[in-house]
């Protein structure tokens, strides 16, 4: 049975009363803040957050080096980018997400491929700025075309204090100019990955833009230019994107990171509107654009039918009429479909209690996804998440919605266990447990190897996944280990 708005508040408060119970007095005065209940007609979510996580308190969060390698720079396809530092420091020094790109790897393309330091105790001791040199140089000979180097510091790099400034600027005249840059994105910096997004934003401000004056005198610009800003192509949500702006007339000059290049960077700023999916963490780079070049950004969201429609409609408004005739069209052109994939599975899905937590958007942006198949999201939160994100997620909930900031394991497990949602959308790191408690679950940082969700093509997978998780009849075959 379904609970009233004031049933859930009050249900909410004692379940976080349960949850801090556990923790010494001044820990649970700490964690009180970044737990609450979202009322409706308040400006944000009533939460704390962008806070320094508790030390011994397990964070699910990443760090900025993360939040460089794995988020802004990772994706670049034509550049090489090393973890500088020791190969075990960093998830991503063994591998990357799923940023779909098109090219040869190993060729002109390098995206799946992981290049680091290894730094060795002698590192440490000595410093490795002679081990940086001789990197380069093995990367010029084996990978001449690649079109540029970004060094990502790990942790050791910013304690030891090796010059990768120096390096760069010195390999990149001995090189004839590459772009080589510099990012001084240690672990320790900041509070979560979200610094990693900042300073990754700025070093793209301080390497590419400011010293792209003159280059590709080839590209010729038309009135219905834009850029793809925060979007970074897990299983291809950029392309199945950008196939509905092509659609409606504009011509997508950059994406940003996704299937990007170093090209691409530095013609964006020619761009005559910016769209920016991922707020979090292109934000920065989006308002310099604004503030130096003039080029105004708008937020939009293509995860389901009824966000897409608003988003065509917003982005097509700072254009003129045959932009918003072509968004109409785009839209009129996949009605049928949609209503087909609403057919199919709101009779499967409809009633049923999400609970997420996300890093980026996501917990705001798949809301109206969930809803567009009936579905209804009972609780969500940010790992990384700041203020204004909060205060956006305000329009997507409803009145007496849970919600927790920079959760960890053992709140997410005693919050998901009262509750009882039909499903959990989170993250690799909690899939399997709440597997294991026999909940059903899908990993919404990389789609659990599916996708595209963004567009009309990516709502159809979105509900066929949904439906395989919450409807899959191993739930009825397995118990959980402790019954």
């Not at 002679?130 to 910013?158: R, W, Y």
Request: glycine share 10%; net charge neutral.
């Amino acid at each position: 049975m379904s609970l009233t708005a004031e049933e859930s508040k009050a249900r909410n408060r004692e379940l976080i009363e349960e949850v801090l119970k556990v923790y010494p007095e001044k820990t649970a005065k700490r964690r009180a803040k970044h737990l609450g209940t979202f009322e409706e007609g308040k400006p944000d979510c009533g939460v704390k957050s962008n806070i320094k996580s508790i030390p011994g308190v397990m964070t699910i969060r990443g760090c900025a080096y993360a939040g460089s390698k794995g988020v802004v720079w990772g994706p670049i396809k034509d550049m090489i980018h090393i973890s500088h530092g020791p190969v075990g420091c960093g998830q991503y020094s063994w591998a990357s997400r799923r940023n779909y790109y098109i090219g040869t790897t190993g060729v002109d393309t390098f995206g799946t491929m992981q290049f680091t330091s290894d730094f060795q105790e002698k590192d440490i001791v000595f410093g490795g700025d002679k081990k940086l040199e001789k990197i380069m140089d093995e990367i010029q000979a084996l990978f001449p075309l690649n079109h540029g180097i970004t060094v990502q510091s790990e942790c050791p790099i910013g304690l030891i204090g090796d010059d990768i400034e120096a390096v760069s600027k010195k390999k990149s005249k001995e090189f004839g100019g590459k772009t080589i840059v510099p990012v001084r994105c240690e672990g320790f910096r900041g509070v979560s990955q979200s610094l990693g997004h900042h300073i990754a934003n700025d070093t793209i401000r301080d390497h590419v833009f400011d010293k792209s004056e003159g280059k590709h005198p080839e590209f010729q610009g038309t009135p219905y230019d834009i850029a793809i800003i925060g979007d970074y192509n897990i299983g291809g949500d950029a392309w199945s994107s950008r196939i509905l702006l092509e659609d409606m007339g504009l011509r997508v000059i950059a994406q940003w990171s996704g299937d990007g290049s170093i090209a691409e960077l530095e013609n964006t700023p020619k761009a005559k509107l910016n769209v920016l999916h991922c707020y979090r963490s292109m934000n920065y780079i989006s308002r310099h654009m604004e503030e130096k070049y003039g080029i105004p950004w708008v937020e939009y969201n293509f995860f389901g039918p009824s966000k897409i429609e608003a988003s065509l409609r917003e982005i097509a408004n700072h254009f003129d009429d045959k932009i918003k005739e072509g968004a109409e069209r785009v839209i009129a052109k996949y009605r049928l479909m949609v209503d087909a994939v609403k057919a199919k599975y709101q009779p499967r899905l409809s009633g049923k209690k999400v609970m997420l937590y996300v890093g980026g958007l996501r917990p705001r942006h798949v809301i109206g996804a969930y809803e567009d198949l009936g579905m209804e999201v009972v609780g969500t939160g940010y790992e990384f998440g700041h203020n204004d994100d909060y205060q956006r997620t305000t329009h997507d909930i409803k009145d007496s919605t849970l919600i927790y900031d920079d959760v960890n394991g053992y709140e997410f497990e005693k919050l998901v266990d009262a509750i009882q949602p039909d499903l959990v959308g989170s993250g690799i790191k909690e899939k399997y447990v709440f597997q294991k408690m026999g909940v059903p679950f899908r990993q919404m940082h990389s789609w659990d190897y599916s996708g595209p969700y963004h567009g009309y093509d990516g709502f159809a997978i979105f509900a066929r996944d949904m439906d395989m998780a919450i409807n899959n009849p191993v739930w009825g075959l397995t118990k959980t280990p402790w019954k």
